[in-house]
């Protein structure tokens, strides 16, 4: 298996090409800095100090990933980031932000972003971030492809990234679909919030388990709606994906 110079498991793009990140911060030393770390990684990383200068690079670049800093000078990262899905709507986003309260980290995942961090922030963690981003959302090549999974009439094809309930597909976002991908791997066991952060989003969100609820709640109405419920609430312990009873 091939290693980045860090030791951690090399990622490309399916083709075996670089992955290519774009970060997005008014502050040059910062984004400098980020930069680097994700170039130690393998990657093709250009950078932007606002919302125009970052249109431009990804209308170039067309990146795979963008690091992507709320407040900028001439906009904020939100406005950026409804303009970079014209360019790319497949493309992963990672917020930077000050803003630590639940409404402005809930704002940024209802907004399109995929995942946020907060500052201060150590670049360890930005990495791991993003290379969670990358492989949930199926743009890095994966070591080894799942089987076919099925609980009850929800079906899962890992490789094609399809979800079928009762043949009826099921449109998920590429957290979602890991989210559920993790769910089905472990039917009718219970799992913490504290497990499906630490699975999910690759990274310990220091207890924010808001994050977990947000997303049960999305899978709900794309999985259950309609339906008799699949996704149960254990209180004080978890979540449980159990198939329908006949």
């Known amino acids: 298996m091939n290693t980045t110079r860090s030791g951690r498991p090399a990622l490309t793009r ?78 992963c986003v990672l917020f930077l932000t000050a803003r630590d309260a639940v409404e402005d980290r809930i704002a940024g995942i209802t907004a399109g972003g995929d995942d946020y961090v907060t500052k201060p922030f150590s670049l360890e963690e930005v990495v791991a971030r993003v290379r969670g981003l990358l492989r949930r959302a199926g743009m890095a090549r994966q070591q080894e492809e799942g089987p076919r999974l099925s609980v009850g009439d929800l079906v899962m094809d890992e490789e094609a990234r399809e979800v079928t309930r009762a043949g009826d597909l099921i449109e998920l976002s590429p957290t979602e679909f890991e989210l559920l991908r993790f769910l089905m791997r472990n039917p009718r066991r219970v799992l913490s919030k504290a497990q499906i952060l630490d699975r999910v989003w690759s990274y310990d969100f220091g207890g924010r388990a808001h994050v977990v609820e947000l997303y049960i709640s999305y899978l709900r109405k794309k999985v259950d709606a309609g339906r008799e419920p699949m996704i149960h609430t254990v209180r004080g312990a978890g979540y449980v994906l159990k198939p329908v009873s006949p």
């Open 14 to 91: 399916p083709d075996g090409t670089p992955l290519r990140v774009l970060v997005v911060d008014d502050d040059p030393d910062l984004a400098e800095v980020l930069s680097g770390a994700l170039r130690y990684e393998g990657w093709q990383v250009r950078s932007a100090g606002d919302g125009a200068a970052a249109l431009a690079e990804a209308r170039e670049l067309m990146p795979d990933a963008v690091v992507l800093d709320v407040m900028l000078p001439d906009t904020d990262g939100f406005a950026v980031l409804r303009s970079l899905h014209t360019v790319k709507p497949d493309v």
